[in-house]
């Protein structure tokens, strides 16, 4: 059942006193975050009475309890309503008017709606009414009735009895926003790097953007690895600060996005992220704290505007996940890679290796590492695939490498045999290389 507060009247009515203001929420209780919309209406107009003009200031009992919009004005107006300007919870300054003389057709007469505000809840609990008091246009004192049209006999002029039903703004409720820290994998090896994601969640209104944020990210062991610096995901209203690296901690990250610059993203974000080398086994989690830069506290979230107080300006909750780094040894290899003796011409000759843990991979021929081309395909993978030729005849070997150190496969040979003697470099094919080959043979002379 809604709680309904009866303010005293402010005065008597200046020709009667039947008019009531009633002011009116939608719902009983509001967390962090959350909307409340009320609507202001007049009863006790007597017949071809309407409301001429208002002025008023919507008085909050707490201002501390939440952030009002602009009033929006529900007659029709003779002039441009003025919307009020927010203070807190309070709205400064609202007027309108209605006039017979430029809409006679859809004036409002007996009990009318005047219009409509809304408050979002902020992280202060509190219980939140209304009163009114006259505002700064002087056409009006708070509400002003007329008779039949623009001219006719004035019915009320003055402070009028108020009700204002209470809504209790219950503040922060089990903390309204998550930082949620996420790891691109949950088991890693030693060498491999992690990328690590954070974004925010939780009770956001309509128009609420993370506005700046202010963190240290802290490991739970920063032995485990190196982090890199941060990269902001928001649009900065200011340069980004990337933090300091101190092994895998990442301190003094901070960053903002303005409402002014824009575009603002709205609701769930994500913050921005860094990267982890790992390079000892364990497992790695964070943990965060403030970062220093006065007036951020963690996380500062506002209502549509870089102007407006704060929803959320403090630590909130974390949800990190967690990386197993497992210990790594060099490569173990479980196949070795077979010699091979094939013809001057024909297919390919192919060596194979099979090993577990091997971040990288180099073919070797007669102890010089070798680079894919017309000669070989394959240098960096498990198979290397050679073209038989006398220049590629000798011996083959592989080096696999990971964080932990290298692994060097046993020494095979390929033999080329010619099957044509003219065919001296053992191409397939008689031409003038064959001849050149002779002759360097040749000129090397015997062994």
């Known amino acids: 059942m809604r709680s309904i507060a009866v303010m005293a009247l402010a005065g008597a009515c200046t020709l009667g006193s039947a008019q009531v203001v009633y002011i009116r929420a939608d719902r009983t209780a509001a967390a962090a975050g959350e909307m409340v919309n009320w609507t202001v209406s007049i009863t006790g107009l007597s017949e071809n009475t309407f409301l001429r003009q208002y002025d008023f200031n919507l008085n909050a009992s707490d201002d501390a309890v939440g952030f009002a919009s602009g009033f929006i004005d529900g007659l029709t107006p003779a002039t441009t309503p003025m919307p ?16 017979s003389v430029v809409d006679p057709v859809n004036l409002t007469f007996g009990d009318i709606i005047i219009g409509a505000f809304s408050v979002q809840a902020s992280s202060v609990p509190g219980s939140l009414s209304y009163t009114l008091t006259d505002g700064p246009n002087t056409t009006a004192n708070i509400v002003r009735g007329r008779q039949g049209n623009d001219f006719g006999t004035v019915v009320f002029d003055g402070p009028v009895a108020v009700f ?3 809504v209790e703004m219950q503040g922060v409720i089990n903390a309204p926003f998550t930082l949620n820290l996420t790891p691109d994998a949950t088991e890693v ?13 939780g009770a956001f209104g309509p128009d609420d953007y993370v506005q700046q944020y202010d963190l240290s990210f802290l490991a739970s062991d920063p032995t485990l690895g190196v982090a890199s610096s941060f990269m902001d995901n928001l649009n900065p209203a200011l340069g980004p600060t990337p933090g300091t690296v101190s092994m895998a901690d990442l301190t003094g990250v901070s960053g903002a996005q303005s409402s002014i610059l824009g575009p603002t993203v709205i609701g769930e974000i994500t913050i921005g992220s860094f990267a982890v080398l790992v390079t000892e086994p364990g497992d790695l989690t964070y943990s965060i704290a403030d970062g220093g830069a006065a007036p951020t506290s963690f996380l500062q979230i506002k209502p549509g505007s870089d102007f407006a107080p704060a929803v959320f300006n403090e630590e909130p909750n974390l949800n990190a996940g967690t990386v197993t780094v497992r210990a790594l040894m060099p490569p173990a290899i479980e196949s070795e890679p077979e010699s091979v003796v094939t013809q001057a011409g024909g297919a390919d000759a192919d060596f194979s290796v099979v090993a577990s843990d091997a971040a990288a991979v180099q073919w070797r021929f007669n102890g010089v590492p070798i680079v894919d081309g017309p000669d070989y395909s394959g240098t960096q993978t498990g198979t290397l695939s050679v073209r038989p030729t006398i220049e590629t005849e000798g011996a083959y070997d592989v080096v696999l490498a990971n964080f932990a150190g290298t692994t060097v496969s046993r020494t095979v040979v390929l033999a080329v045999k010619q099957s044509c003697p003219a065919d001296i470099n053992a191409d397939g094919n008689l031409n003038l290389d064959d001849i050149d080959a002779f002759v360097q043979q040749f000129l090397s002379g015997c062994p």
């Not at 927010?86 to 709205?91: K, N």
């Not at 090896?189 to 969640?201: C, F, K, L, N, P």
């Open 189 to 201: 090896a030693q060498g491999d790097t992690v990328v690590w994601t954070a974004t925010v969640s």
């Open 84 to 99: 009020g300007t927010p203070d807190g919870a309070s709205l400064d300054g609202v007027s309108g008017a209605q006039s």
């Open 164 to 166: 204002s039903e209470s």
